[in-house]
T-cell receptor
Framework: DTAVSQTPKYLVTQMGNDKSIKCEQN?????MYWYKQDSKKFLKIMFS???????INETVPNRFSPKSPDKAHLNLHINSLELGDSAVYFC???????????FGPGTRLTVL | DAKTTQPPSMDCAEGRAANLPCNHS???????VYWYRQIHSQGPQYIIH?????ETNEMASLIITEDRKSSTLILPHATLRDTAVYYC????????????WGLGTSLAVNP
């Protein structure tokens, strides 16, 4: 009964490919997030959805497109993958924008 | 553009208190201080947060100075499982209330 789950845990792919990462939370939260943690361990917010509505959209390339089919799911689709996209991607959720965030285990993406 | 500064690393003996400092001298009146930690290869974990008053929960205590320019996270009896990177974060006030993460303090709890 994992609170925030992500699939896959590891993703290795070639440059130029398109891939998706899925995230699900069973906490009944209204808000979900995608973060990117690079090799220097900086954790940067990419997107935030509140009640399926996009709230935060940081300066992320258009190749990244989040999709929230319902409040429990926030998927991340990445087109035309580049070497610089290699990182660990974390999904998180919170009851609202004002509450503490619960993180998933991360997806380690490696682009060759 | 992190709004906090923390020592890059600290050591603590098992069973002793770990006191992790954080400087947030530019914090605004309505900005909260949050602490998270990240154990190796796992997702970050929420610990505690506060605005002005000191806070305590089952994991830790948070001491915020009166001028709010710094704070200290206290793990009263550190265990080996507390070895992690500890992030002190200021939550930006406003509609999106995003968290600005720094590089944190890598705490090593030694036996």
């Amino acid at each position: 009964d994992t609170a925030v789950s992500q699939t896959p845990k590891y993703l290795v792919t070639q440059m130029g490919n398109d891939k998706s990462i899925k995230c699900e939370q069973n906490l009944g939260h209204d808000t979900m997030y995608w973060y990117k943690q690079d090799s220097k361990k900086f954790l940067k917010i990419m997107f935030s959805y509140n009640n399926k509505e996009l709230i935060i959209n940081e300066t992320v390339p258009n190749r990244f497109s989040p999709k929230s089919p319902d409040k429990a799911h926030l998927n991340l689709h990445i087109n035309s993958l580049e070497l610089g996209d290699s990182a660990v991607y974390f999904c998180a959720s919170s009851k609202s924008l004002a509450n503490e965030q619960f993180f998933g285990p991360g997806t380690r993406l490696t682009v060759l | 553009d992190a709004k906090t500064t923390q020592p890059p690393s600290m050591d603590c003996a098992e069973g002793r208190a770990a006191n992790l400092p954080c400087n947030h001298s530019t914090i605004s009146g309505n900005e909260y201080v949050y602490w998270y930690r990240q154990i190796h290869s796992q997702g970050p974990q929420y610990i505690i947060h506060g605005l002005k008053n000191n806070e305590t929960n089952e994991m830790a205590s948070l001491i915020i100075t009166e001028d709010r320019k710094s704070s200290t996270l206290i793990l009263p009896h550190a265990t080996l499982r507390d070895t992690a990177v500890y992030y002190c974060i200021v939550r930006v006030d406003g509609n999106n209330r995003k968290l600005i993460w720094g590089l944190g303090t890598s705490l090593a709890v030694n036996p």
